[in-house]
Each structure stands twice: as structure tokens, then as C-alpha cells.
């Protein structure tokens, strides 16, 4: 089965451009979460969308960060304006369904490494 | 809520040594937990996870981790380290309200010398 794909890899953009990043989970998988690290700190949450619905999204950052998934199918999101505290690798994750899909664990993307200049 | 906790942020072992990456966590409630292993420019890869049950967990290429619920502890080991076994391991527990989502430790460096 193909794995979760996450584009671009990387993406450098100025200060206040706006950048968007995409996620297709695997096939079939309810559940769909991005994260985000900071250089050399924890992997933070972000938020969790289970199909179309955001379940979860306590962890976005601030009104800058929109993310959605049209259809229950792919994810997008957006950074506009982007900030310099913006750069990090953003990863995506994707799980089959359950509570929260975290019985089964996480696949994850290989992430987008984004630096805001 | 949960938090873990990943004490040291780089481990060096020579190769054939022991692996041990020590996790702590918390938890108010029976905590699923999980181990993930970045290899570079690659994604995290799911290594084990305890969720109930046996409290030694074994996962790929060797690794393998016990749930100590009094120490609150779920350190991996690996009997004997290999080159390829270089990379970031993360240690997880998942929430157990809200959107139960997983929270992540800052991840332990492993580099092995030959």
C-alpha cells in the first residue's frame, strides 16, 4: 500500500509569503493529523481531523494556520502570513479508524522541512 | 494530561553493545505507548506499542520495550546495536480525552560506533 505522502519536501519562503503544504494519507484511513517540530524540540501537535471534520485542532498555533481536508481525502495547510517562527518540519500522519486511531499507531509522511527567511 | 519524558538527547553505544533509551511518561489513566524511529530524510516509522496486555513488547529489527507501570517507565532496549540501528527514536503515550491525540517526547539521538 502506498505510505503517506507529503509535499513538498521543502520550501523556502520569505517572511509574510504564504506557503501550502499537502498531505494524502493512505487510502482508507480516517484519521489524519499534522504535527510540527521545531528544530531539535518535541514533535507538537497540531491538530487531528477525522474524515472532512476537525476533531482537534488545540494545537494550531495561532489564526495564521488553516488546515482542511475537502472531501475527507487529502489535507492542506496553509501559512499566511508565514513568520519566521514558522520553520520547522511539518509532518503529517495518517490512521486507520478507532479512538483517535492511536491503537494502531501512526504512519507517518516525511514531512515538509519549511524555512521562513 | 500526559506528558513524556526522554532522558538524554543523544546515546552512543559501540556496535554489539547494549541499546537502552530511557522513556518516562505520564499519565492519569492506562497509558497506550508507543516508540517511533526517524531514520534521516525519512518519516517516523511506528517501532512497537503497548496498549494492554503482555508488558514486553517486542517490535521490528530487534527492538524491544517493557511497560513498567510503577516506575511509570517504558525504556527501549535492543540486546545488541548495529550500524544501521543510527537514527532519532521518539517516545510517545496517546491521550485519553478530546481528539486522542499522541504526545511526543523531544526524541533520543542514537549513534553507534563501529
Known amino acids: 500500500e502506498a505510505g503517506v505522502t507529503q509535499f513538498p519536501s521543502h520550501s523556502v519562503i520569505e517572511k509574510g509569503q504564504t506557503v501550502t503544504l499537502r498531505c494524502d494519507p493512505i487510502s482508507g484511513h480516517d484519521n489524519l493529523y499534522w504535527y510540527r517540530r521545531v528544530m531539535g524540540k518535541e514533535i507538537k501537535f497540531l491538530l487531528h481531523?477525522?474524515?472532512?471534520?476537525?476533531?482537534?485542532e488545540s494545537g494550531m498555533p495561532n489564526n495564521r494556520f488553516l488546515a482542511e481536508r475537502t472531501g475527507g481525502t487529502y489535507s492542506t495547510l496553509k501559512v499566511q502570513p508565514a513568520e519566521l517562527e514558522d520553520s520547522g518540519v511539518y509532518f503529517c500522519?495518517?490512521?486507520?479508524?478507532?479512538?483517535?486511531?492511536?491503537?494502531?499507531?501512526?504512519?507517518f509522511g516525511s514531512g515538509t522541512r519549511l524555512t521562513v527567511v | 494530561a500526559q506528558s513524556v519524558t526522554q532522558l538524554g538527547s543523544h546515546v552512543s553505544v559501540s556496535e554489539g553493545a547494549l541499546v537502552l533509551l530511557r522513556c518516562n511518561y505520564s499519565?492519569?489513566?492506562?497509558?497506550?505507548l508507543f516508540w517511533y524511529v526517524q531514520y534521516p530524510n525519512q518519516g517516523l516509522q511506528l517501532l512497537l506499542k503497548y496498549t494492554t496486555g503482555a508488558t514486553l513488547v517486542k517490535g521490528i529489527n530487534g527492538f524491544e520495550a517493557e511497560f513498567k507501570k510503577s516506575e511509570t517507565s517504558f525504556h527501549l532496549t535492543k540486546p545488541s546495536a548495529h550500524m544501521s540501528d543510527a537514527a532519532e527514536y521518539f517516545c510517545a503515550v496517546r491521550t485519553n480525552t478530546g481528539g486522542f491525540k499522541t504526545i511526543f517526547g523531544a526524541g533520543t539521538r542514537l549513534f553507534v560506533k563501529a
Open positions: 499519565s492519569s489513566v492506562p497509558p497506550y
Open positions: 481531523f477525522v474524515k472532512e471534520s476537525k476533531q482537534d
Open positions: 500522519a495518517s490512521s486507520q479508524a478507532g479512538q483517535g486511531g492511536g491503537d494502531y499507531g501512526y504512519t
